[in-house]
């Protein structure tokens, strides 16, 4: 089954309440974390997410586009959020592995992401214990960018890794999502899309979810 994630980062944040509950029928919500070092834009952190979990029952998807994310795990986690994903390129191995051992502590689902410079390789130190392995189809920074196929191949090289080291382990694609692109990506391997601007800048929203299931 293909699983929706809108992320809130095209949601309008002065009504973000509103943005969410119409994106209810989708699977996930994805959020993303942004620290102004990491990728060039600042988005929310722990007080937004805070609120957000009071105000829904959604599966919260955090995205963490943060330096040295160990640091927040445990806040992150107490926030309210359901999976944590940190970027492999946003610490030392040592650190990514204690971030991923927080994860397990604190029982929030673990996930790495890769940016389009990391190879599918780069998740092999982690892969047996990890329940997502997200795959960034656009410079991780800001939303409205345009997909990159050259990506598919590393969705293919990742979703054989999963297969032969862990088969129950999901792969979520960020990036340039829309009707056209997600077919692209689903016969690569994936089966949790994360969509922006599809959804946010739909006329029928629900419709637009259901659109992406393909």
Do not use: W
Request: glycine share 6%; aromatic share 6%.
């Amino acid at each position: 089954m293909i699983k929706i994630s809108p992320s809130i980062l095209s949601a309008d944040f002065c009504n973000l309440e509103r943005d969410i509950q119409r994106v209810s029928s989708a699977d996930y919500l994805h959020v993303d974390v942004m620290d102004g070092a990491f990728v060039p834009n600042i988005t929310i952190g722990v007080p937004v997410l805070k609120s957000i979990r009071k105000h829904t029952d959604m599966f919260l998807d955090v995205h963490l586009m943060i330096e040295k994310p160990v640091r927040y795990i445990e806040a992150f986690a107490q926030a309210g959020a359901d999976l944590l994903s940190v970027h492999l390129e946003a610490d030392h191995p040592t650190q990514i592995a204690q971030a991923l051992k927080l994860m397990g502590q604190c029982g929030v689902k673990k996930a790495v992401a890769l940016r389009p410079i990391t190879k599918a390789e780069a998740i092999l130190p982690y892969l047996e214990e990890l329940d997502l392995v997200l795959v960034m189809t656009v410079e991780p920074g800001f939303g409205g960018q345009a997909f990159m196929e050259t990506q598919l191949d590393t969705i293919r090289q990742v979703r054989a890794l999963i297969e032969k080291y862990n088969p129950a382990c999901e792969l979520e694609v960020d990036g340039g999502i829309a009707p056209k692109t997600a077919p692209l990506v689903v016969e690569a391997g994936a089966n949790v899309l994360v969509a922006g601007s599809a959804v946010y800048g739909a006329a029928d929203i629900p419709a637009a979810i259901q659109a992406l299931r393909v």
